[in-house]
C-alpha cells in the first residue's frame, strides 16, 4: 500500500526537501499557537467544571514545584489520587516564565500541537512517504475538535498528542526492531500513562497486535528454549542502580510515603522494578523480544511513580469506567441504540464536522476500491504493514472500549481524531482516480480553512448559524461542526456578559478589606457552565486569597441547605441551573420567591447581574457578620449540647446575631432561630416568639451590648428560666413559656416567711403554678412572688426541686432571684419581687403526680433557711409549692 503513494511516497531530495516537511510542521504549530493566544485573549468566560478545576490544580502543581526540589518533585507526582500529574505539571515551566494566567496555562497546547503534529507527519511518512505524511499533518491541524480542545484547559489534547506520539514510536520501531525507538517507545508508553487513565483504551489494542503480528513471541521463545543467559556485571550494576535510584526517591519523601495505601512497600517495588528496567536496556542485542521487554519495562516504571503511590485508582477506573459498585447506579444500557451510536453522532458532528466525516466515508471506499482493484483483499490485509493495522485499530478499538463503558463524554474520542485525519488523507491517495482524489484533498484543505474561521470567530459565524438542521441519525448537526467543545471567543455560552466574576470577587474583597477581615467566605448556589464555583476558583488562587469559594449545589450533606447557608458571608445564586440538585433548587426557589424569616433577617441582597440568557444572578450579603474574637470552639460545644436536647417547636434565640454564622458551621438543625438586634422593637417580637414556643433557647455571647441586656432581663420576666450551661464565654439558657402570659399577681396565696421566723426577713407572698399537667421534656412554669420584711445582706439562691412519690430528687432549678438579675441583697424592703422558674423534665420521665418543693439556701455555706408556712407550723427547711401530673 505504501508504495501507491506516487513518487513523492520516497527517495531522497535536496536540503530543501528535507527540510519542507519540518517547516510545515513548526508552521502549523506555530499557527495555532498564534490564533490560540489571539483567540484567548477574546475570551474571558471559561464555561464547564472541569476546566475551571483543571486551572486549578495547575496552581496547586505550580506551588509544589516552586521553588524545584526533590521533595517537590515527589509531592508532585503524588499529590492527585484521582489524576495523573503530567499534564498540570507541564503548565508550570510557563508560569515561572511568564507568570500565572489561565490563557498562559492553556497556551501549554502550544507545546503539545508540535508533538501532535509531528507525530502525525512521522506517522503519516512511515506508511506512505512525505506526501502522506504532509497530507495528514495539514488535514490533523483542521480537525475541528483538535483546534477546539486546544484552546480549553482540558486533558484530552495533550492525551491525543502522546497516544499519536506513542503509536508513531511503536509502528517507527518496526515490529520493535529498532532498539532506539523501541526505547523512546516505552518513555512514551509511560509518560501517556501520567496524562490520563483512559490512556490504555487508545493504544492496548495497537500496541498488542503490533507484538502479535511481529517477531516479539517468537523471540522471546527462543530465548526461553536457549536457557536464560544472566549477565551477573550487569545484574549486579542494575541491583544497585535500583536500589539507590529507589532509595533517592523514597527515602526524603518517607513522610509523604506512609500516608499512601503501599507505604513502606513502595520501596522494593519501586527497586525492583527500576532494577529491571536497568537490565534490560543494558542487554543491547538487536533482539525484539527484549527491546519489547525493555520498552515495556520502562512504560510500567515511569508510570509507577503515580500508579504505586495511587494504586486505589484500579477501583476508580472499574467504577467510572463501567460502573463496577458504581454508587450513583450507572448501567450501560446496551437495548438503546444510543449507546451505539454515541460517538458516532459526536464524532460526526462536533469531532470532524459533516463535511470532513463524509470525506472519511469517501477516504476509506477509496481504500476498499484499492484493494479490489488490487486483488487478494483479505490476504493483502493480513500482510500489510503493522503500520496499516495501527492506523486502523486505534479507532476501531477506542470506539469499541468507550462504546462499552458507561464513561460518555465527547471529547473522550479526542485521541483518535489524529488517527482519522490520516485515513482521509491516506484513502484520497489511493483512490484509484488519482485526479479525484487531489481535489477532494484540496476541497478538504480549503474547507478546513474555511470551517475553522466560521467556528472559531464570531465575525464569521453567521453561515454555521444558517445551515443547521435535524437528522434522525445525527440529532441536531449542521454543514458546519458544532458541539460544546467549539466555542467562539466571545458569544453564546462565552458571551462576556455572563463574566461577573471578577467584579463579584472586587464587591467581597472591598468588604473584607472595610471589616478588616483576613478571609470571607463565598457559597455559590449557582450551577451553570459559566457561573458555578470553580469559576471562581483560578482569580481567588492567584489574585484575591483572602476570599474562600464553596461549591453549595452539588448538597453532598443533602438534606435542606437552607441552616447551612448562614455560615457565609456571601451567597450568590441563579434560579436557572443546569442538572439541579433538587433540595438546592427547592431552596433556591424559595429564597427568591418566599424566602424564609431567617434568611430575610440574616441576608441582604446587595446586587444582582443580568445575564445574556435572561437569567439573574444574585449576590447577598450577610448582615451580621461572625465576630473573630469569637472562639468558635466554644459555639462547637454549644451545638454540641443543644443538637442533644432539642426537639420539634423549640426556640433558639441568638443573642448577638453574629453568633449564627459559627453555629450554622456546626450544622444546626432542628430548631428555629430567630436574630433580635434592635432593641426598640425586641419586646414585641419576644412576645410573639414566647407565645408560638413552648421551649425557648438562648444564646448569650460576650458582647453584653444593650440589646443582649434587654433580652435576658424580658426573658427572665415574662418566661421560666429552666438551665445555663456556660461554654467559655458564651452562656446557653433555656426557657419554658405558656400559651398564656406569666401571671403579674399571685393566684395561690402562701404568707411563708424564710429566715426568723413569723415577721423574719423574706416573705413569699404568693405562687402561681400556671401549668400542672405536663410530658416529659416540658419545662415547669413556677412563679415566686416574694417581699422582704428586713434588709437582706446575704446573697441567697432559690432551689426548686421535683420529688416523686417516694421523696426522691428528679429535676431542679437553683438560682439567684429573677434569673441571678435580682440578688437578695439589692431588694428594698418592702419591695415586690415577681421571680420565675422553670424546671426541665427528664426525657425519659416516667408518668405520675410530682411534688413540687421550694426554700431558699447560703450558696457559701449551703445551709437552707428556715421556713414556715403558717403561724402555728413547725420550721421545715423547704415549702411545697404544688404538685404537677406527668403524663406519657
Known amino acids: 500500500m505504501a508504495n501507491a503513494m506516487g513518487p513523492n511516497s520516497g527517495g531522497r531530495g535536496g536540503l530543501l526537501a528535507r527540510l519542507a516537511p519540518w517547516v510545515l510542521i513548526l508552521g502549523l504549530a506555530a499557527l495555532h499557537a498564534i490564533n490560540n493566544w489571539i483567540w484567548l485573549t477574546k475570551n474571558v468566560v471559561i464555561p464547564g467544571w472541569d476546566r475551571p478545576a483543571h486551572l486549578?490544580?495547575?496552581?496547586?502543581?505550580?506551588?509544589?514545584?516552586?521553588?524545584?526540589?526533590?521533595?517537590?518533585?515527589?509531592?508532585?507526582?503524588?499529590?492527585?489520587?484521582?489524576?495523573?500529574?503530567?499534564?498540570?505539571?507541564?503548565?508550570?515551566?510557563?508560569?515561572?516564565?511568564?507568570?500565572?494566567?489561565?490563557?498562559?496555562?492553556?497556551?501549554?497546547?502550544?507545546?503539545?500541537?508540535?508533538?501532535?503534529?509531528?507525530?502525525?507527519?512521522?506517522?503519516?511518512?512511515?506508511?506512505?512517504?512525505?506526501?502522506?505524511?504532509?497530507?495528514?499533518?495539514?488535514?490533523?491541524?483542521?480537525?475541528?475538535?483538535?483546534?477546539?480542545?486546544?484552546?480549553?484547559?482540558?486533558?484530552?489534547?495533550?492525551?491525543?498528542?502522546?497516544?499519536?506520539?506513542?503509536?508513531?514510536?511503536?509502528?517507527?520501531?518496526?515490529?520493535?526492531?529498532?532498539?532506539?525507538?523501541?526505547?523512546?517507545?516505552?518513555?512514551?508508553?509511560?509518560?501517556?500513562?501520567?496524562?490520563?487513565?483512559?490512556?490504555?483504551?487508545?493504544?492496548?489494542?495497537?500496541?498488542?497486535?503490533?507484538?502479535?503480528?511481529s517477531e516479539v513471541l517468537r523471540s522471546l521463545w527462543n530465548r526461553l528454549r536457549g536457557g536464560l543467559r544472566i549477565s551477573v556485571p550487569d545484574l549486579l550494576v542494575a541491583m544497585g542502580g535500583g536500589l539507590a535510584l529507589a532509595a533517592l526517591w523514597y527515602f526524603p519523601n518517607r513522610s509523604v510515603v506512609e500516608d499512601l495505601t503501599l507505604g513502606l512497600w513502595l520501596f522494593p517495588a519501586w527497586a525492583v522494578l527500576i532494577a529491571t528496567t536497568i537490565y534490560l536496556v543494558l542487554r543491547r542485542p538487536k533482539d525484539p523480544g527484549v527491546n519489547c521487554l525493555s520498552a515495556l519495562s520502562l512504560g510500567a516504571t515511569i508510570a509507577s511513580l503515580w500508579y504505586l503511590p495511587r494504586v486505589e485508582v484500579v477501583r476508580r477506573l472499574l467504577l467510572y469506567g463501567y460502573g463496577v459498585g458504581d454508587p450513583r447506579g450507572r448501567e450501560l444500557d446496551l437495548t438503546s441504540i444510543y449507546t451505539y451510536t454515541y460517538?458516532?453522532?459526536?464524532?460526526?458532528?462536533?469531532?470532524?464536522?459533516?463535511?470532513?466525516?463524509?470525506?472519511?466515508?469517501?477516504a476509506v471506499a477509496g481504500i476498499v476500491a484499492y484493494l479490489v482493484k488490487k486483488g487478494r483483499v483479505w490476504r493483502t490485509i493480513w500482510e500489510a504493514d503493522n503500520g496499516w493495522w495501527v492506523l486502523f485499530l486505534w479507532p476501531i478499538a477506542a470506539y469499541l472500549l468507550l462504546t462499552f463503558s458507561i464513561y460518555k463524554e465527547a471529547r473522550a474520542f479526542t485521541p483518535v481524531l489524529p488517527a482519522l485525519a490520516l485515513i482521509v488523507a491516506a484513502g484520497l491517495l489511493l483512490m484509484p482516480w488519482q485526479w479525484l482524489g487531489r481535489a477532494l484533498l484540496a476541497l478538504a484543505v480549503i474547507w478546513g480553512l474555511v470551517q475553522f474561521a466560521v467556528i472559531s470567530y464570531s465575525e464569521f459565524s453567521t453561515p454555521a448559524e444558517n445551515t443547521r438542521f435535524w437528522s434522525d441519525l445525527l440529532g441536531?448537526?449542521?454543514?458546519?461542526?458544532?458541539?460544546?467543545?467549539?466555542?467562539?471567543?466571545?458569544?453564546?455560552?462565552?458571551?462576556?456578559?455572563?463574566?461577573?466574576?471578577?467584579?463579584?470577587?472586587?464587591?467581597?474583597?472591598?468588604?473584607?478589606?472595610?471589616?478588616?477581615?483576613?478571609?470571607?467566605?463565598?457559597?455559590?448556589?449557582?450551577?451553570?457552565?459559566?457561573?458555578?464555583?470553580?469559576?471562581?476558583?483560578?482569580?481567588?488562587?492567584?489574585?484575591?486569597?483572602?476570599?474562600?469559594?464553596?461549591?453549595?449545589?452539588?448538597?453532598?450533606?443533602?438534606?435542606?441547605?437552607?441552616?447551612?447557608?448562614?455560615?457565609?458571608?456571601?451567597?450568590?445564586?441563579?434560579?436557572?441551573?443546569?442538572?439541579?440538585?433538587?433540595?438546592?433548587?427547592?431552596?433556591?426557589?424559595?429564597?427568591?420567591?418566599?424566602?424564609?424569616?431567617?434568611?430575610?433577617?440574616?441576608?441582604?441582597?446587595?446586587?444582582?447581574?443580568?445575564?445574556?440568557?435572561?437569567?439573574?444572578?444574585?449576590?447577598?450579603?450577610?448582615?451580621?457578620?461572625?465576630?473573630?474574637?469569637?472562639?468558635?470552639?466554644?459555639?462547637?460545644?454549644?451545638?454540641?449540647?443543644?443538637?442533644?436536647?432539642?426537639?420539634?417547636?423549640?426556640?433558639?434565640?441568638?443573642?448577638?446575631?453574629?453568633?449564627?454564622?459559627?453555629?450554622?458551621?456546626?450544622?444546626?438543625?432542628?430548631?428555629?432561630?430567630?436574630?433580635?438586634?434592635?432593641?426598640?422593637?425586641?419586646?414585641?417580637?419576644?412576645?410573639?416568639?414566647?407565645?408560638?414556643?413552648?421551649?425557648?433557647?438562648?444564646?448569650?455571647?460576650?458582647?453584653?451590648?444593650?440589646?443582649?441586656?434587654?433580652?435576658?432581663?424580658?426573658?427572665?420576666?415574662?418566661?421560666?428560666?429552666?438551665?445555663?450551661?456556660?461554654?467559655?464565654?458564651?452562656?446557653?439558657?433555656?426557657?419554658?413559656?405558656?400559651?398564656?402570659?406569666?401571671?403579674?399577681?399571685?393566684?395561690?396565696?402562701?404568707?411563708?416567711?424564710?429566715?426568723?421566723?413569723?415577721?423574719?426577713?423574706?416573705?413569699?407572698?404568693?405562687?402561681?403554678?400556671?401549668?400542672?399537667?405536663?410530658?416529659?421534656?416540658?419545662?415547669?412554669?413556677?412563679?415566686?412572688?416574694?417581699?422582704?420584711?428586713?434588709?437582706?445582706?446575704?446573697?441567697?439562691?432559690v432551689f426548686v426541686h421535683l420529688l416523686n412519690a417516694e421523696g426522691q430528687l428528679v429535676a431542679q432549678r437553683d438560682s439567684q432571684p429573677v434569673g441571678g438579675m435580682r440578688p437578695t441583697s439589692t431588694w428594698e424592703v418592702g419591695e415586690p419581687i415577681v421571680d420565675r422558674y422553670g424546671v426541665l423534665l427528664p426525657g425519659n420521665l416516667s408518668p405520675g403526680e410530682y411534688q413540687l418543693i421550694a426554700g431558699l439556701y447560703d450558696p457559701v455555706s449551703g445551709e437552707r433557711l428556715l421556713v414556715r408556712g403558717s403561724a402555728d407550723a413547725a420550721p421545715d427547711d423547704h415549702l411545697t409549692v404544688g404538685t404537677i401530673s406527668v403524663s406519657p
Open 343 to 362: 460517538y458516532l453522532r459526536h464524532t460526526t458532528n462536533e469531532g470532524l464536522g459533516l463535511v470532513f466525516a463524509l470525506l472519511l466515508v469517501v
Open 476 to 797: 441536531e448537526t449542521g454543514l458546519f461542526a458544532r458541539g460544546v467543545h467549539l466555542e467562539l471567543p466571545d458569544a453564546g455560552e462565552t458571551d462576556p456578559g455572563y463574566y461577573i466574576q471578577p467584579e463579584v470577587l472586587a464587591r467581597i474583597d472591598a468588604r473584607r478589606r472595610l471589616m478588616e477581615r483576613d478571609s470571607v467566605r463565598l457559597g455559590v448556589l449557582a450551577h451553570t457552565p459559566q457561573i458555578n464555583a470553580g469559576s471562581f476558583l483560578y482569580s481567588i488562587l492567584t489574585r484575591l486569597q483572602g476570599v474562600e469559594v464553596a461549591d453549595l449545589a452539588p448538597n453532598h450533606e443533602g438534606g435542606d441547605p437552607l441552616p447551612r447557608l448562614y455560615g457565609y458571608e456571601y451567597l450568590l445564586l441563579t434560579r436557572d441551573n443546569q442538572d439541579p440538585n433538587a433540595e438546592v433548587q427547592a431552596a433556591i426557589e424559595r429564597i427568591l420567591d418566599d424566602p424564609p424569616r431567617l434568611f430575610q433577617d440574616a441576608f441582604v441582597l446587595e446586587t444582582t447581574y443580568s445575564l445574556p440568557d435572561g437569567d439573574t444572578a444574585y449576590l447577598y450579603c450577610l448582615h451580621y457578620w461572625p465576630d473573630p474574637a469569637l472562639p468558635e470552639a466554644y459555639v462547637a460545644e454549644a451545638s454540641e449540647a443543644l443538637s442533644g436536647i432539642l426537639r420539634s417547636g423549640d426556640a433558639l434565640i441568638l443573642s448577638p446575631p453574629e453568633l449564627l454564622p459559627a453555629l450554622s458551621r456546626e450544622g444546626i438543625e432542628g430548631v428555629e432561630i430567630y436574630l433580635l438586634p434592635d432593641q426598640g422593637t425586641v419586646g414585641a417580637e419576644l412576645a410573639d416568639i414566647t407565645r408560638e414556643h413552648r421551649r425557648v433557647f438562648v444564646l448569650f455571647g460576650q458582647a453584653g451590648g444593650a440589646s443582649e441586656g434587654f433580652i435576658e432581663a424580658w426573658m427572665n420576666q415574662h418566661a421560666y428560666r429552666a438551665d445555663d450551661r456556660w461554654f467559655g464565654g458564651l452562656q446557653l439558657a433555656l426557657y419554658g413559656t405558656t400559651a398564656l402570659p406569666p401571671a403579674e399577681q399571685a393566684t395561690q396565696m402562701s404568707g411563708a416567711w424564710f429566715g426568723d421566723g413569723i415577721g423574719g426577713r423574706i416573705e413569699l407572698t404568693g405562687i402561681d403554678l400556671a401549668v400542672r399537667q405536663l410530658s416529659p421534656g416540658d419545662v415547669v412554669p413556677l412563679s415566686l412572688f416574694w417581699r422582704a420584711n428586713q434588709p437582706v445582706e446575704q446573697d441567697l439562691k
Open 56 to 213: 486549578g490544580r495547575s496552581l496547586a502543581y505550580y506551588a509544589t514545584l516552586t521553588p524545584p526540589s526533590w521533595q517537590g518533585m515527589f509531592q508532585a507526582s503524588v499529590q492527585d489520587p484521582i489524576r495523573p500529574p503530567l499534564f498540570f505539571a507541564s503548565v508550570t515551566p510557563l508560569y515561572w516564565a511568564f507568570g500565572t494566567s489561565s490563557d498562559v496555562a492553556i497556551m501549554v497546547n502550544a507545546g503539545y500541537w508540535l508533538i501532535l503534529i509531528a507525530s502525525v507527519y512521522g506517522l503519516g511518512a512511515y506508511l506512505g512517504g512525505r506526501r502522506l505524511g504532509v497530507w495528514g499533518a495539514v488535514l490533523a491541524a483542521l480537525v475541528p475538535l483538535l483546534y477546539g480542545m486546544s484552546r480549553s484547559f482540558y486533558i484530552e489534547f495533550s492525551l491525543a498528542a502522546l497516544v499519536t506520539l506513542t503509536l508513531y514510536l511503536l509502528v517507527a520501531s518496526d515490529g520493535l526492531r529498532q532498539r532506539g525507538y523501541a526505547l523512546a517507545f516505552g518513555v512514551a508508553l509511560g509518560l501517556g500513562m501520567l496524562t490520563k487513565r483512559t490512556y490504555l483504551v487508545f493504544v492496548v489494542v495497537p500496541v498488542v497486535v503490533v507484538i502479535l503480528r
